[in-house]
Structures are given as structure tokens and as C-alpha cells.
């Protein structure tokens, strides 16, 4: 028997008591109080299907529920709590069966079918050609890469994808400082990473436009000249992404970030034109007296979108409308998702809600991952100001911070193995700090609060996970499977609160994929590291007499595993010493 047996035994056994429908969703949550029960289900869904009270819902389950399923005995008892079912666990089997599946499925244990035969594409990142990533695009790579790595365990094909925004005003602008001020400079002779080079002229701009206004009409003409195919325009263009884009794909290498599939603003800035002057034919947009071509969406809460400009130059949405259709053609993705700040909010609303009227049906699938801002103590970033905290400089902060940590702790170790170390805590600080929080929330980012080894942190995890690999290395057993484990001798309240959490772990992926919030599994792993620390400090292992031992090594064990899983779908690498 396994989890998903004893879920859906349960499961099954209460829609045929209440004569709901197969596909009719019941979840299992644990109660805030361990004197309520182990696990609980809400009645209030089934009550409102079924139109009578969730507390007489509750009742009739308690009354009805039968704790032997089948051949097994699945529980000892289950009571009703208000609009509440709770389950008492049959510790014995419980625990035999959650640590055996454990041990057994390693690193697929909690995953499921879901999403099989089904595909999802993802857009992430989205960075500018004149300046370096800064530490929103690390948020928006953070989030992307977890929410791919969360479909991929429930089963879906997933399609990693980017937008580079390659061309544009913002281009031209660090494009004309440079030509203007960069004295046939380089990289390489600056000794400076690409994009942070390309980045430099970016403010040097926004610097001189402040004391000579007109040189934004020279960037104007430029980006004219570049649509024109001018050949010196074209020359320094190709040049100077060259440079962005090596700085970025080393940034990307250095955080664990990649793509299947890489598109260029340059290449598809045009590609909706055809669909708008279609749409425009039959009537579904139409032509302002200046040229321009514009759609009417006050109806829905919206305003009037120009969709191409008067000049006939694409805006925005253009190219959208364009790579939306594209990606479908190529890719037939069953859902798609725009991971994109919350700045975007009024885009998005706008760029679905035309695909629609164009009769594009596949959009109904399509959803803008909305996240908010990354704020620092003295307020919001501002690139063109040079008021950021590039992504590069903030990685290599904690990565010092980690490795005076680390020096502290254990002053012997070689300086390899200190950077080496100190790099896997640097990006577990940041990540797991990106992720904790609800996409939509605001956050003010604090590198030293999100680099303690104490605390909702991600080093504090991986220090949990350090600590159980060392106690299991301690007690000389190679291989957990092999050990003869008597598991009805484990049930304290300490040794119970982890069983739950282990057996809800799949819930938390689950819901974090479908919720698109990995918060949701950052946080579940989190509590299962605490109530560890909270076992370990009440009860012994390694001098524990010898089967409850190999009994309560068998449980850590797992434990150990599932936070390493956890880590893994959020980005994270572990260390077996810290």
C-alpha cells in the first residue's frame, strides 16, 4: 500500500457516503491543534455542492466513516469538529508506509501524473540589452525556474522560454553613449563582465540627457537608422548584445538558470502586424484619422490600445500578439504562463483580452504570473539612475557574507572548499528568499536576514539537511532500506507532527504548481525542518536502544530526503557538511 492509496481509499470511501461525483476534489489538511487529529477534511465544498450545513456533513462522515478499508485498518478513529472530519492516524501503518515510500521512490517521491500527455510553456527573465540583470530579474528567474521544475514533477512537458528585449529606445540610448564616449573600449580591455560594460553607458545616457536634452532625438534617429538596416548601426547593435548577452548567459550559469528556447525582440517585433491589418479587415480594430490602428476595449474595463503606430512602427503589444501566435504554432502548449512584474498587469489584461476578440481560443489557457517589486532600505530600483543592485554584485555580497559565516563555524576548512560552499549558501540565501513569499506580495530585501542559518532561511535548511546527513553517517548504516524496523514503536507527538508532514508533502506540490506559488512548498519544507529540530532536541536517535534507533533513523532519513526534494523543485542545491 502507498500514500495515494491510503488517500484515495479515504477519499473514495467519503463520496460514496455522501454521493458526490468521482471527479468531485477533496483535500486533506493538518488541523492547528494535534489534540484535534491528525489530518482533517473541510466539508464546507461538499456542503455547498450538496446544499445542506458543513457541520451536518462533518457529523454524518464521522458517523459513517468506517476506520478499516479494505483489508487494512487506515485509522483509529475519525471525529467531527464543527465543518471538520479529523482523522486519528493508525500510527503502525502510517509510519510503514510513508517511510517505506520513501525510502523506496527517493527522488520522485510526492511527485504525480497530473500534467502527463499535457504541455506548458514559460516565459521568464525578459532582460534588457543595456544593463545587467539587477535583483528583480533574480526574482523573476527564481519564480520561473521553480514553477517549471514544480509542472515537470506533476507530470507536464514543460518549455522553458526567454524574451530577450534586444532592440528599442532603451538600446539606443546606451548604444549612442558609447559610440559618442567609449573610445573603442571593451570588456576586455575594462577588464568588466559584458552586460555590466553595456550597463555603464546605459546611465552615462540618462547622466549627459539631464545637461543636453536633445540627445534623445540622436537616440530616436538611431533606432530609425536601425530599422532601416543602416550597416554601422546594425554593427555596433550586434556588438554591444554580444557583450549584454554573454554577461547574461554567465549570470544565468552561475544561478542554475537555462532555456529550451531563446527568442529575440529584434527577430519578432513585426510579427503581430499581419494578424492586426487581418483583424483590421474584418472589422474587429479600425484606423484612427492619424493612421494609427487602435481597438476599443473600454467595454471591458480597459482603454482604447493603439496596436500599431501612425508611422507604422510596432508597439508592444504588436510583437506579443505576434510571438503569442508564433509559440502556439510551434509548440501547441496546453497552458502557458508569463512570468512578468506586477508593472505589467494592465499589459497583460490588454494582450488577452485582444487575442480573444481576434478568435484566438488557446489564449483562455494562458496566465500572467504576477509578482511584486523587490524594494531596498532606501526605496525602489531605478536603472537609468544607476540605483539598483545589479544581480552579479549582490551574488558575490553573500557570497562574502556565507564565507565569513562559514569561517566562523569551522575556521580549518581549505579556502576551496570555503568558496566552493559558501557559493551553493550564497544562492540558497537568495532563492529561498525570492520564493518564501506569496509572487504577489512586495518585498524588502535584506541580505543578512536571508543568509542566517537560523530562522525561515534557506542556509537554515540546508544546515537541517547537513546536520540529519551527519547523524545518519554516525551511525554506520550504509543503506536505510536493509534495516529490519519494527515502525509501531514510533508514535510520539514529536515523531507524529513529522509523519504528517511527510505525508502531506505531495499536497504542498501539488498546490504550489497549481497555485503557481512556490511559497506554498518553501514553506511546507520549512515546517518539516523545524518540527526535525523540535524531534531532535526531545527525543534521542543515535542512543536510542537499538529498534527504536533504526526506527527513528529510518524516519530522519526521510525527513532528509524530502528536504532535499523540496530544495531541488525550488533551485536550491544542499551541502552534507556545513
Known amino acids: 500500500m502507498r500514500i495515494l492509496d491510503i488517500k484515495n481509499a479515504i477519499i473514495n470511501v467519503i463520496k460514496e457516503i455522501l454521493a458526490l461525483p468521482p471527479d468531485f476534489e477533496v483535500n486533506f489538511e493538518i488541523p492547528p491543534d494535534s489534540q484535534l487529529g491528525d489530518l482533517s477534511v473541510s466539508c464546507f465544498k461538499m456542503a455547498s455542492y450538496l446544499k445542506r450545513s458543513p ?11 468506517d476506520p478499516k478499508i479494505g483489508a487494512r485498518r487506515l485509522f483509529n478513529k475519525a471525529e467531527s469538529a464543527g465543518p471538520y472530519v479529523n482523522f486519528f492516524f493508525d500510527k503502525a ?22 500534467g502527463a500527455g499535457k504541455k506548458i510553456l514559460i516565459e521568464s527573465s525578459a532582460p534588457n540589452t ?48 558609447y559610440q559618442k564616449w567609449g573610445k573603442d573600449k571593451t570588456p576586455e580591455t575594462e577588464n568588466v563582465k559584458g552586460d555590466h560594460f553595456v550597463g555603464k553607458y546605459y546611465v552615462l545616457f540618462a547622466q549627459k540627457e539631464k545637461k543636453n536634452p536633445e540627445l534623445l532625438e540622436e537616440a530616436q534617429k538611431m533606432m530609425e537608422k536601425w530599422e532601416q538596416g543602416d550597416t554601422e548601426t546594425i554593427a555596433l547593435w550586434q556588438k554591444m548584445n554580444k557583450w549584454a548577452l554573454d554577461g547574461f548567459n554567465e549570470t544565468y550559469k552561475k544561478t542554475g538558470i537555462s532555456f529550451d528556447h531563446v527568442y529575440y525582440e529584434s527577430d519578432v517585433y513585426n510579427l503581430g502586424k499581419k494578424i492586426i491589418l487581418k483583424a483590421l479587415k474584418n472589422g474587429l480594430c479600425y484606423k484612427r484619422e492619424d493612421g494609427a490602428v487602435e481597438i ?9 490600445k493603439v496596436l500599431i503606430r501612425a508611422d507604422g512602427t510596432s508597439v508592444y503589444v504588436t ?6 501566435n508564433l509559440r502556439y504554432k510551434e509548440f501547441k502548449a496546453d497552458k502557458t504562463i508569463y512570468v512578468v512584474a506586477s508593472e505589467q498587469d494592465y499589459h497583460f489584461k490588454v494582450l488577452f483580452r485582444v487575442l480573444e476578440i481576434f ?9 500572467h504570473l504576477s509578482y511584486g517589486m523587490v524594494f531596498l532600505p532606501h526605496g525602489r530600483m531605478k536603472s537609468r539612475e544607476g540605483q539598483v543592485v545589479e544581480a552579479d554584485d549582490i551574488i558575490f555580497e553573500m557570497k562574502q557574507l556565507a564565507k565569513s559565516e562559514l569561517l566562523k563555524r569551522n575556521p580549518h576548512l581549505s579556502p576551496c572548499e570555503v568558496s566552493k560552499r559558501a557559493e551553493i549558501i550564497a544562492l540558497a540565501a537568495l532563492k529561498f528568499f525570492f520564493l518564501k513569499f506569496t509572487p504577489t506580495q512586495d518585498i524588502h530585501f535584506n541580505p543578512q536576514e536571508s543568509l542566517s542559518f537560523e530562522g525561515d532561511t534557506g542556509p537554515y535548511l540546508q544546515y537541517v539537511y547537513a546536520r540529519i546527513r551527519s547523524i545518519l553517517r554516525k551511525s554506520g548504516i550504509d543503506e536505510m532500506a536493509r534495516l529490519e524496523v519494527d515502525y509501531s514503536i ?22 504550489a504548481a497549481n497555485q503557481r506559488n512556490p511559497a506554498c512548498l518553501a514553506n511546507h519544507i520549512l515546517k518539516l525542518a523545524q518540527k526535525f529540530n523540535e524531534f531532535y532536541h526531545q527525543q534521542p536517535v543515535l542512543k536510542a536502544e537499538s529498534g527504536l534507533r533504526n526506527a527513528r533513523l529510518v524516519l530522519i532519513a526521510g525527513v532528509a530526503q524530502v528536504i532535499k526534494l523540496g530544495l531541488d523543485l525550488l533551485g536550491i542545491d544542499v551541502l552534507e557538511e556545513m
Open 55 to 65: 457541520n451536518e456533513i462533518a457529523e454524518i462522515l464521522a458517523l459513517k466513516l
Open 93 to 114: 501503518v502510517w509510519f510503514e508506509v510513508i517511510c517505506q515510500q520513501i525510502l523506496e521512490l527517493k527522488d520522485s517521491f510526492g511527485g504525480s501524473s497530473e
Open 130 to 177: 543595456n544593463k545587467p540583470q539587477h535583483l528583480g530579474h533574480l526574482r523573476n528567474n527564481f519564480l520561473g525556474w521553480a514553477i517549471a521544475n514544480l509542472f515537470s514533477f506533476t507530470g507536464f512537458k514543460v518549455i522553458r522560454t526567454n524574451l530577450i528585449n534586444d532592440r528599442g529606445i532603451h538600446i539606443c540610448k546606451s548604444m549612442l553613449a
Open 296 to 304: 476599443d476595449l473600454t467595454k471591458d474595463g480597459l482603454d482604447k
Open 319 to 324: 510583437q506579443d500578439i505576434g510571438l503569442a
Open 359 to 367: 478568435g484566438f481560443d488557446w489564449v483562455k489557457s494562458y496566465y
Open 490 to 511: 514510533l508514535g510520539s507527538p514529536e515523531e507524529t507532527e513529522i509523519l504528517k508532514l511527510l505525508f502531506m508533502f505531495s499536497e504542498a506540490v501539488n498546490k
